[in-house]
């Protein structure tokens, strides 16, 4: 009887913490002027990840995106800042998140967004938890503008899972800097398995709520490259056999061919929607 409690405790442990993990931080109104007393302290440094804030009634929702290096694998929309961000950090008809939502720049200025775009047949906790969202150029940098990989297949993400490779992160207090080294860390180690994971690898990367969106990425030839964006945790039992223990993995959306594919048919259809205003 004890062992058929233990096992159920587990498995719903399991099911509980997978279903409540992906959401961003809301941040209360009566916080808001703190939040942003703290984050005009750190303006003089390169941001790793904009902060993406959206008012919802009294609450203010923050969740974070990455910044896009365009004509490399990415169209220029000229006059115009691309990012990717999650999508259930948005949550929402485009046309009225347009009227709440708003990136906080490097110099500590809201910018109006003027486009937002859900992956297609967006389902938040899946492989289709991104959004792309435009806002105006910032000639005057602050922030980095992040490379996409080379097109890369899913298969090759996790041969580099495989050999926990080390990749950057931002500190998990929730400082857009990417100041803390972890690794990737195998599908199977993590609990992500079966096809509807294949968008997904797992980290170790220290993260708390609100850091949906922020960039898990490799510095490479003077350049930061971005491999995929903090989605969520899981939790996995672990392997008692091999003393590993229970514990919480971070996983990222990876920027695989088949993302880079609809990003780009995103920004086409984006382009032309800018060119009509």
Same mark, same amino acid.
């Given at each position: 009887?004890?062992?058929?409690?233990?096992?159920?405790?587990?498995?719903?442990?399991?099911?509980?913490?997978?279903?409540?993990?992906?959401?961003?931080?809301?941040?209360?109104?009566?916080?808001?002027?703190?939040?942003?007393?703290?984050?005009?302290?750190?303006?003089?440094?390169?941001?790793?990840?904009?902060?993406?804030?959206?008012?919802?009634?009294?609450?203010?929702?923050?969740? /974070? =995106?990455?910044? #896009?290096?365009?004509?490399?694998?990415?169209?220029? *929309?000229?006059?115009?800042? &691309? $990012?990717?961000?999650? @999508?259930?950090?948005?949550?929402?008809?485009?046309?009225?998140?347009?009227?709440?939502?708003?990136?906080?720049?490097?110099?500590?200025?809201?910018?109006?967004?003027?486009?937002?775009?859900?992956?297609?047949?967006?389902?938040?906790?899946?492989?289709?938890?991104?959004?792309?969202?435009?806002?105006?150029?910032?000639?005057?940098?602050?922030?980095?503008?992040?490379?996409?990989?080379?097109?890369?297949?899913?298969?090759?993400?996790?041969?580099?899972?495989?050999?926990?490779?080390?990749?950057?992160?931002? /500190? =998990?207090?929730? #400082?857009?800097?990417?100041?803390?080294?972890?690794? *990737?860390?195998?599908?199977? &180690? $993590?609990?992500?398995? @079966?096809?509807?994971?294949?968008?997904?690898?797992?980290?170790?990367?220290?993260?708390?709520?609100?850091?949906?969106?922020?960039?898990?990425?490799?510095?490479?030839?003077?350049?930061?490259?971005?491999?995929?964006?903090?989605?969520?945790?899981?939790?996995?039992?672990?392997?008692?056999?091999?003393?590993?223990?229970?514990?919480?993995?971070?996983?990222?959306?990876?920027?695989?061919?088949?993302?880079?594919?609809?990003?780009?048919?995103?920004?086409?259809?984006?382009?032309?929607?800018?060119?009509?205003?």
């Amino acid at each position: 009887m004890i062992r058929f409690f233990s096992q159920f405790l587990a498995w719903f442990c399991v099911i509980l913490f997978w279903s409540v993990q992906a959401w961003g931080a809301p941040v209360y109104a009566q916080d808001v002027a703190n939040d942003i007393i703290s984050e005009q302290a750190l303006f003089a440094q390169n941001r790793n990840s904009v902060l993406l804030r959206c008012r919802l009634g009294d609450v203010l929702r923050q969740t /974070r =995106a990455v910044v #896009l290096r365009t004509g490399e694998g990415v169209p220029r *929309l000229p006059g115009y800042e &691309i $990012a990717l961000t999650t @999508g259930h950090g948005l949550e929402g008809d485009p046309s009225e998140l347009l009227k709440t939502c708003s990136v906080l720049d490097a110099q500590g200025k809201l910018q109006t967004l003027r486009h937002i775009a859900f992956a297609p047949h967006y389902q938040p906790g899946t492989p289709s938890d991104w959004a792309v969202i435009v806002f105006k150029e910032n000639k005057k940098g602050g922030f980095v503008r992040y490379r996409l990989p080379d097109f890369v297949s899913s298969g090759e993400f996790a041969n580099m899972a495989s050999r926990h490779l080390r990749v950057k992160f931002s /500190r =998990a207090i929730g #400082l857009p800097y990417n100041l803390q080294d972890c690794e *990737l860390v195998p599908r199977k &180690i $993590a609990g992500l398995q @079966g096809e509807i994971f294949l968008g997904f690898i797992a980290h170790d990367c220290d993260a708390v709520p609100g850091q949906s969106g922020s960039p898990v990425s490799v510095y490479a030839n003077g350049v930061s490259v971005i491999l995929g964006i903090h989605v969520g945790r899981s939790f996995s039992l672990g392997q008692p056999r091999k003393n590993e223990p229970a514990r919480f993995f971070g996983y990222m959306r990876i920027i695989d061919e088949g993302l880079m594919h609809n990003l780009n048919t995103l920004l086409i259809d984006i382009d032309n929607d800018l060119s009509k205003n």
